[in-house]
């Protein structure tokens, strides 16, 4: 396994206006360790994931994939390298069936354009693959169903399992929880605790539910008001004074 991170931010900025979102974040991450971002509403944990992503365009600093500098690179060149994204909300061609949504990531890691969508349903290599990802979901009983009309926590796995049909090298899930139901939860915890134990992938994590970091996060890093104020060992990180005051909202004793 390499030693050296597979994804680095170097001085990483953006700028709305004369607002600072994400203020100069420099971080890297490392293959086989699952990092959560959590910090209070408005501090940047998303804007950071669409900087890294590619959905948005930085004001300042650097991606770096694989030591590489990406910071121009359009979102789908990002995937092409290893970068994979689960959204916060749904991302997914509603009217196609949910074989069909994650046929079409398979079709796209194996390299297939989507003009050869007619073809395609005599892959049965590729429709396995498809299927094999929605069994790790759960979600193989509704694989007929068009995506409009499975249930928001329904969406989320579906959404899961198109990520997994990518490959991708770098996981980031944001919130990947938000608007399930507690029976739903944990199909998906234990599904990216099973891609962290492969032990090659990089996970990123952006999170509010202090359970879901506590099981899951090997590290933990706190964005507030943009800036990266704590980085280091979960237990550590959350009984920080900074993060009690930030995160939680508690003042330290001696304040």
Do not use: W
Not at 35 to 63: D, H
Not at 92 to 106: I, K, Q, T, W, Y
């Amino acid at each position: 396994m390499p030693s050296g991170p597979v994804l680095e931010t170097r001085d990483l900025t953006i700028r709305f206006g004369g607002q600072v979102a994400v203020d100069a974040v420099t971080c890297a991450f490392h293959p086989g360790t699952l990092t959560a971002i959590v910090g209070p509403n408005g501090a940047g944990k998303t804007t950071y994931f669409n900087l890294i992503s590619g959905q948005l365009r930085a004001s300042a600093g650097e991606v770096l994939l694989h030591g590489q500098r990406v910071t121009r690179l359009a979102a789908p060149l990002r995937t092409r390298r290893g970068l994979g994204r689960a959204f916060q909300l749904t991302n997914l061609f509603p009217d196609l069936s949910v074989l069909e949504n994650v046929r079409l990531a398979v079709q796209a890691r194996a390299g297939i354009g989507l003009h050869f969508l007619g073809l395609a349903s005599d892959h049965a290599e590729l429709i396995d693959r498809a299927q094999a990802c929605l069994a790790r979901v759960r979600l193989s009983d509704r694989a007929g169903v068009p995506a409009a009309a499975l249930s928001h926590g329904d969406q989320r796995k579906l959404e899961v399992a198109i990520l997994l049909a990518l490959e991708p090298q770098i996981f980031m899930f944001d919130e990947p929880t938000a608007g399930m139901s507690v029976d739903e939860v944990p199909v998906i915890l234990d599904l990216i605790e099973a891609i962290k134990q492969e032990g090659d992938k990089t996970i990123l994590l952006v999170e509010h539910k202090m359970d879901v970091v506590r099981r899951l996060a090997d590290r933990v890093i706190v964005l507030h008001q943009g800036a990266l104020v704590a980085d280091g060992d979960p237990a550590e990180v959350v009984a920080s004074p900074i993060v009690q005051e930030a995160y939680l909202g508690v003042r330290p004793a001696n304040a």
